[in-house]
């Protein structure tokens, strides 16, 4: 919102306050500034003057030779505008001028004629193209009256004044206006705002005589107000009026179309005005639009309007599309003498939505989007037609036609002050918050024990209690408000969620794993190139309704292709090694179609490849990770059908008769879709699981004082006999002097039987309160060679 401070002075005396200062406090109370800039640019010896003479450039058809009369003395001035006359007053750019972006103005000769200066256009004082008055497009700008001869140009006008933006927040539309950023200025320097009165006084007639309004959709339209403005003269709007809208970002196009500008600009409520002998039956008709109805607006475009548009009509055709744009059809033109002012309050989001299927985004429809009072349209409408009245534009009809239906009560807010006190961290008291409060606008009164808020009609934004907390925070100043630390030891603290996830990251690094980070945007073909069957419950996706395109269509299942992918790259660009994780979200639908938020499950997935990297690598890396978790009773078991794996070399980590995940070298096909032309391996885990199985406790154990015997044992078995299934056995049996048991070779050759394997395990057994002796470990030996020969046909080599 662009805020020429000239123009907020007018209700708000802040004279004794420079501009630094009003914005650092604005800053403080909640209006954020995006940036100051001149209403027009840094001008230096540019003044007025009075053209005198005007002839034709003898050797250039296209130049003219002025004299222009700037007080001290007569300049000759070579000009190729073509818009100047005789008597003219004119801005002139004397010798050693600055101008617009820096530019000095020099003497010198064009065609063999001498120019002493410049006469400027409107750009040449700083002004966008978009905003300048169309009259004054490709021309020197003229004044509209006589003034002082030789006065600084700045001056003359008035325009030497500073422009605020401000980042208006979209709860509060009320300051989307100069009246409403007036306030907040008052009410930062307690200070009074002042209003506009919106007197007419040459009132005649009855404006329902003239025209009569019908809404047929008071659930989109709760109130429309109308007044008449008889015998119209169009003509440009005095040159005051133009500044500030060209201040303020918009271009100057006649009288009324001006006016109505310059007053949505002012309170914030969109206005339109109809030429109302374009309006059959001068009846307008607010109602939703028909089927494939088609209107052509003011930017002289056909539009196919839909059921859920509101429009504005007459008897025989819509004639605007409401909150939006009005229609070609009823727009003003020189030829206009009677008008019907429309100041409406229409439904937010049907507003928003219409504008966006419309693809048609208007100052109009971005206010009206956001929200406007019910209580604006008279008062804004009284105040269109003064300024009509003393611009001398037309003779404003008496009364006002008012569709008010269901009429609304301002809201009332019940607070208590110790709240506002224990969220702020303040020691106000209850007079003090009042006094806050009315610098606000809003009255307080006791009721049923509590002061009760009256909020003004043009605070949209204030609802709970919680918002006047807010409002006497930053009205009090937040840097009033004392430094206090929390009243628990939680500064900074992380969730167990992120000292888990941090743990596991440091245990990867450890091993010499990097992350990575991919989108959550995923292909549907993705699921194809790991080999997933058709069934997978993977399968079953949240498509994106708009998405970037085919590769971005839905939200990742699984983080699978992902890793493969980086991996892919990283062997395509000749990388040797590489080790990668991705710890991220995957995203599954509870139903399909969506009509839910699906469940986000957090994932870990390992990948590797390279000359020294094979399953044990990564079964290792993974065992690091479980182990700096805590996590203790895993054991691997072998996975023979998942489709992205190697049928052979993969198997499923196991706790408590839950999978953990699965790890193992990808299948052939799979790495051969990715263009991977090495064996690679893969790790899938639920971090979820692991989330709520870590134990974060760490308990001492001091060094054994005892020595550990180690027996070694080699048995046959057959194939089918899995290392666990040994393992288990060899557990139980031993008991408690059993310290470890580890496999160290397998093997299978010329000695063995076809169907059979050897294994060799290390066996460590140790007391903790003496040395064991052999008998001691002989017993419990012999008793574990039984136990594998009876239960799984073990033989001893």
Excluded at 261 to 289: C, K, W
Aim: hydrophobic share 40%.
């Amino acid at each position: 919102m662009k805020v020429p401070v000239l123009w907020m002075k007018d209700y708000v005396d802040i004279n004794d306050i420079d501009e630094k200062t009003l914005i650092e406090k604005l800053i403080l109370t909640g209006s954020n500034n995006e940036g100051t800039h001149k209403g027009a640019a840094a001008l230096e010896n540019v003044v007025v003057g009075h053209i005198t003479e005007i002839k034709q450039h003898a050797n250039a058809d296209k130049l003219s030779i002025c004299q222009v009369d700037t007080g001290d003395e007569v300049l000759q001035i070579v000009t190729g505008a073509t818009n100047i006359r005789v008597n003219d007053y004119v801005p002139v750019a004397k010798h050693g001028a600055v101008i617009a972006d820096g530019i000095k103005i020099k003497k010198g000769k064009l065609r063999g004629e001498v120019s002493n200066g410049m006469l400027c256009s409107l750009e040449e004082m700083g002004y966008e193209k978009s905003c300048i008055p169309k009259a004054f497009d490709d021309g020197i700008f003229i004044l509209d009256k006589p003034y002082p001869l030789g006065m600084n140009i700045l001056e003359a006008l008035n325009i030497d004044e500073t422009v605020i933006e401000f980042e208006i927040t979209p709860n509060r539309p009320d300051c989307l206006s100069v009246i409403g950023m007036a306030r907040e200025v008052a009410a930062s320097f307690d200070r009074k705002t002042q209003y506009p009165k919106g007197i007419v006084k040459g009132e005649t007639g009855d404006a329902n005589d003239y025209a009569t309004v019908k809404v047929t959709a008071p659930d989109l339209c709760p109130r429309y107000v109308a007044r008449i403005v008889r015998n119209i003269e169009i003509k440009p709007s005095p040159i005051w009026m133009q500044f500030r809208l060209m201040h303020a970002g918009m271009r100057p196009i006649n009288n009324i179309v001006d006016i109505t500008n310059y007053v949505m600009l002012e309170y914030g409520q969109p206005i339109h005005a109809f030429d109302l002998d374009t309006v059959s039956d001068h009846t307008i008709i607010v109602r939703r639009a028909e089927p494939k109805e088609v209107l052509t607006t003011l930017d002289d475009k056909a539009r196919e309007l839909d059921e859920d548009v509101l429009v504005i009509a007459d008897p025989n055709k819509s004639v605007g599309i409401a909150g939006i744009m009005g229609g070609g059809n009823t727009e003003i033109s020189p030829a206009t003498k009677n008008i019907l002012i429309e100041v409406a309050t229409f439904d937010k989001s049907n507003i928003r939505k219409s504008s966006k299927e419309l693809g048609l985004r208007t100052e109009a429809s971005s206010r009206y989007e956001k929200g406007v009072s019910v209580s604006l349209p008279p008062i804004v409408v009284n105040r269109v037609c003064e300024l009509i009245e003393q611009l001398g534009a037309g003779e404003v009809v008496g009364g006002i036609i008012d569709v008010y239906p269901e009429k609304r009560e301002a809201t009332e807010i019940a607070f208590r002050p110790e709240v506002v006190n224990n969220v702020n961290g303040t020691n106000l008291t209850l007079d003090e918050m009042i006094e806050i409060l009315q610098k606000l606008e809003i009255q307080t009164v006791m009721k049923d024990g509590l002061p009760t808020a009256t909020i003004p009609y043009y605070r949209l934004d204030l609802e709970k209690e919680i918002d006047l907390v807010e409002e006497v925070a930053r009205i009090y100043g937040y840097d009033n408000i004392g430094k206090t630390l929390p009243a628990f030891d939680a500064w900074g603290a992380k969730t167990n969620a992120q000292r888990i996830e941090d743990i596991t990251k440091l245990e990867l690094i450890a091993s010499g794993v990097d992350e990575i980070l991919t989108y959550s945007f995923v292909s549907k073909k993705d699921l194809d190139k790991i080999n997933l069957s058709e069934d997978s419950i993977l399968r079953n996706q949240v498509t994106l309704i708009n998405p970037l395109g085919e590769e971005y269509s839905c939200m990742r299942s699984t983080l699978m292709p992902n890793v493969l992918e980086v991996l892919a790259r990283n062997s395509n660009r000749k990388i040797e090694q590489a080790r990668i994780y991705e710890m991220g979200s995957i995203f599954l639908p509870k139903e399909l179609p969506v009509k839910q938020l699906p469940i986000e499950k957090k994932m870990l997935t390992i990948g590797c490849y390279g000359e020294h990297e094979d399953f044990f690598t990564l079964k290792g890396i993974v065992e690091n990770v479980l182990e700096g978790l805590g996590v203790s009773g895993y054991l691997f078991e072998k996975e023979t059908n998942h489709p992205s794996f190697h049928s052979g070399r993969c198997a499923n980590i196991i706790w408590d008769n839950h999978i953990l995940g699965t790890l193992g070298e990808v299948h052939p096909i799979v790495c051969e879709n990715y263009d991977i032309n090495t064996r690679a391996y893969l790790a899938d885990l639920d971090f979820n699981i692991l989330l709520q199985i870590t134990n974060e406790e760490r308990k001492f154990k001091a060094i054994p004082k005892h020595p550990a015997v180690e027996r070694d044992i080699a048995i046959l078995v057959k194939d089918e006999i899995t290392s666990y299934e040994v393992e288990k056995i060899v557990k139980e049996t031993a008991g408690g002097l059993l310290e470890s048991v580890k496999m160290f070779d397998v093997y299978k050759g010329k000695q063995i039987p076809d169907g059979y394997k050897s294994v060799a395990y290390a066996l460590i057994f140790r007391a903790e309160d003496r040395t064991l002796v052999d008998d001691e470990v002989n017993v419990i030996f012999e008793n574990v060679l039984k136990v594998l020969s009876s239960e799984l046909d073990a033989q001893l080599r």
